[in-house]
């Protein structure tokens, strides 16, 4: 038998130790699962009905009434692939940011690798995203949508720069929460702001109008979110678009002429993801020095 | 080898008073405090061995479970350092990972998980931790209807199930009723004894002596006291009384008797007998020595010498050579034991194909109760020296019984057997004590085999 070496207890691993336990992980995805829907008559049926009620609220005002709907051709499709993404990261952050306080009486009593509790909060956001997927899935393809190539590629893209940017302000989130519960209502107030933020209800022209092209346009466009949500427009609703046009230059474009997705956009994309992935990294380590305090702070 | 390491070890908390920006304000414009520090452990330092059990002591608030809580690395210390040696597990507020909406039979995976095990550990578990717990018949009933003690005895069957190195253990063997706790103590007993390193945090100190081997009583976050349990135990609460430390001292040595192997209680209790009834007796070396010297006291009584249980005759020889060849007579049936005697000793055991050959002493054959009345019928002398190797109660009865009549002041009775093995307050020390109190005679002690079984009592009045 070896001897193992004499070591720190509790210093941790980061999200490295998360992987190691991933046993341990599933079962607090599935507890989670479990006691969300605990005594409910619909159970998983509710990740149905919430995106439902959503969309149609925004379809009926934005669509129809402010007639979005005649300048996006197939406007549900564009919808609902910006607001699979969107609701996928809101709600990944509330739950992340009250994963810690939520298992307070855990983390005061047995050293776990702190950060399991927002993995799997942001790992059950994700199983509600699958049935809403499928719906935007089903639609697409019944819209006339065919895989690419460029679509998979997008979608494949889009969702890691979500999942690394809502891994990241979960982790931030989730720490500062314990010390200054002020920061569950800080995410409800970006909740607010995130939907209006991205391209999803309206098209990022419209920015760009408003801009004149300025530096405004560019701040928009920097948010990995915007790129995240374009990305998802490109791989499902474009495809699906029956009066698709291309500008002299083979650009795609808009009924009236107007470019549908900023040049580069994969590139774009790809910088998104980068920038992502380092705020994960940050967030990380303020996690990692936080967590050390967790016990005595709840 | 050691298992944790605790250096220099401090912790401090900062208790705030004031939460919101309101209540900041507020408190600096009236220049109060806005924080206070309390130091919950102040450069302690320690060290367990592999495979040892310390017991964590102190009084409310004196930093045990906070230090618990940075062994555990649940907390981190602010200065000094803390290391451990493998995996750490621990009873700290059992439960704590039970999830109310989740049933029996889920909760002991979630719970394992959590207190780090595989999945296929649990399952080559399942069955021990649902027999622990009691609870098989509500495996699949959501926890949070369960009672208060199903709960905890779940959570404790878990806990005490894991494969930890270190086991940590606070303050929570007082959960459930007395045989679960019994059966709780028990477990962690077995702990100990595979080689695993226990920390213990309780105020049963009852329990903690039965359990530790070292105590650290802590105060006000310093360590106060570090050495055996008892003296930890004695520091932390000093008997009030003599009356009291008489009490816990006769608790101890009884907890330590019970601890030992048969065979070494037998011999502790002998020699707490000897200290109790013959301080002053002569301690002798062997048994060859003890019946030497009891030949010496003998040496100047006149009448017979006799011998119960000459088997093949060695000591009797021994006797007829001190007695110089007369009135030596030695008895046996030498078919061996009529019944079961101590373990190792059945009935028939010392049987002899033929009786010796011994140089001045006279063989009478045949059971005591058959040939002693006779023989005393035809013997009228009196009994000088009487060597009683009867080793049963029965036999060392019926030997006193009908010897009794004839015993006088310095008769000298020798008994091979007469305490230090498993089971003797059964036979020759049984029939001699019940003989005393129904013949009323008075005697002596006057020596005995250290570490052996052997006594020498000489008849001072009838």
């Not at chain 2, 003890?290 to 249980?309: H, I, K, P, V, W």
């Not at chain 2, 020596?447 to 009045?461: D, K, L, M, S």
């Amino acid at each position: 038998m070896t001897v193992p070496p004499l070591v720190a207890p509790g210093r941790g691993g980061g999200l490295h130790d998360v992987v190691r336990r991933r046993y341990l992980l599933r079962l607090l995805v599935r507890r989670e699962l479990r006691s969300r829907y605990q005594g409910s008559l619909l159970g998983l049926g509710w990740s149905y009905v919430r995106p439902a009620v959503n969309f149609a609220v925004y379809f009926f005002v934005v669509g129809i009434f402010l007639k979005m709907s005649k300048a996006i051709p197939n406007f549900p499709v564009f919808l609902f692939s910006g607001m699979v993404l969107v609701s996928f990261f809101t709600e990944t952050l509330i739950t992340t940011a009250w994963s810690v306080v939520g298992n307070a009486s855990l983390v005061k009593k047995v050293y776990l690798p702190r950060e399991l509790f927002p993995v799997s909060s942001m790992l059950v956001s994700g199983v509600h995203m699958l049935p809403a997927l499928g719906v935007l899935m089903g639609g697409a393809v019944w819209a006339g949508w065919t895989p690419s190539w460029v679509a998979t590629g997008s979608i494949v893209l889009a969702f890691a720069i979500v999942a690394a940017l809502a891994m990241a302000f979960g982790l931030l989130f989730a720490a500062v929460n314990v010390f200054f519960r002020d920061f569950g209502q800080v995410v409800d107030i970006i909740n607010i702001v995130v939907p209006w933020s991205v391209p999803m209800i309206y098209p990022w022209t419209t920015v760009q109008e408003a801009a004149h092209g300025g530096w405004p346009l560019q701040v928009y466009l920097a948010n990995p979110l915007t790129s995240a949500v374009l990305l998802f427009e490109r791989a499902f609703w474009w495809p699906t678009n029956d009066q698709a046009a291309t500008l002299p230059n083979g650009a795609p474009a808009l009924p009236g002429g107007l470019l549908a997705f900023p040049y580069h956009l994969t590139v774009r994309g790809l910088v998104s993801l980068l920038a992502a992935l380092l705020l994960l990294a940050v967030a990380q380590l303020v996690f990692a020095r936080l967590q050390r305090r967790f016990a005595q702070e709840l | 080898m050691e298992s944790i390491v605790v250096d220099g070890v401090s912790k401090h908390f900062t208790l705030r008073h004031a939460h919101s920006i309101k209540e900041i304000t507020v408190r600096a414009v009236r220049r109060q405090s806005l924080s206070e520090r309390f130091t919950a452990l102040d450069d302690v330092s320690l060290t367990v061995a592999q495979g040892e059990s310390l017991a964590l002591m102190g009084l409310n608030g004196s930093g045990k479970s906070t230090l618990l809580k940075l062994i555990s690395g649940v907390m981190q210390p602010d200065a000094g350092s803390v290391r451990v040696r493998g995996r750490v597990a621990g009873l700290i507020e059992v439960g704590a990972g039970l999830h109310p909406d989740l049933t029996g039979r889920e909760n002991i995976f979630l719970n394992a998980a959590i207190l780090g095990m595989t999945k296929a550990e649990t399952e080559a578990r399942y069955d021990e931790i649902v027999a622990f717990s009691e609870i098989e018949d509500f495996l699949d009933t959501q926890v949070k209807f369960y009672s208060s003690g199903m709960f905890m005895r779940l959570g404790f069957a878990v806990a005490v199930h894991t494969d930890p190195e270190i086991f940590l253990v606070d303050e929570v063997l007082a959960v459930g009723d007395p045989p679960f706790q019994k059966k709780c103590l028990e477990r962690i007993k077995e702990f100990h004894a595979e080689g695993r390193t226990l920390v213990i945090v309780s105020h049963d100190m009852g329990t903690l002596e039965r359990v530790c081997g070292r105590g650290v009583v802590l105060e006000r976050g310093r360590t106060a006291y570090e050495g055996g349990i008892e003296g930890a135990v004695d520091f932390l609460a000093p008997p009030a009384t003599p009356l009291e430390a008489e009490q816990r001292r006769r608790a101890r040595e009884e907890a330590t008797l019970a601890a030992l192997p048969a065979d070494d209680v037998a011999r502790a209790e002998a020699e707490l007998l000897v200290r109790e009834i013959m301080p002053d007796a002569p301690r002798l070396p062997d048994p060859r020595a003890t019946l030497e010297y009891a030949l010496s006291l003998a040496a100047g009584q006149d009448g017979m010498a006799l011998e119960f249980g000459v088997h093949t005759g060695g000591t009797l020889a021994v006797v007829a050579e001190a007695r110089e060849g007369k009135n030596v007579f030695g008895f046996d049936s030498f078919a061996g034991l009529p019944e079961d005697w101590r373990e190792g000793f059945p009935a028939g055991h010392f049987a002899v194909d033929e009786p010796p050959e011994v140089l001045g002493a006279e063989l009478v054959a045949g059971l005591f109760e058959d040939t002693l009345p006779g023989f005393l019928a035809e013997h009228p002398e009196p009994v000088a020296f009487v060597h009683v190797d009867a080793d049963l109660y029965s036999s060392a009865r019926t030997v006193l019984t009908h010897l009794g009549p004839r015993l006088s002041v310095g008769t000298v009775i020798v008994f091979d057997e007469f305490f230090g093995y498993p089971g003797w307050r059964e036979h020759e020390y049984r029939a001699w004590e019940e003989f005393v109190s129904a013949s009323g005679v008075r005697f002596d002690y006057e020596g005995f085999t250290e570490g052996n079984e052997q006594v020498i009592v000489r008849i001072t009045g009838i």
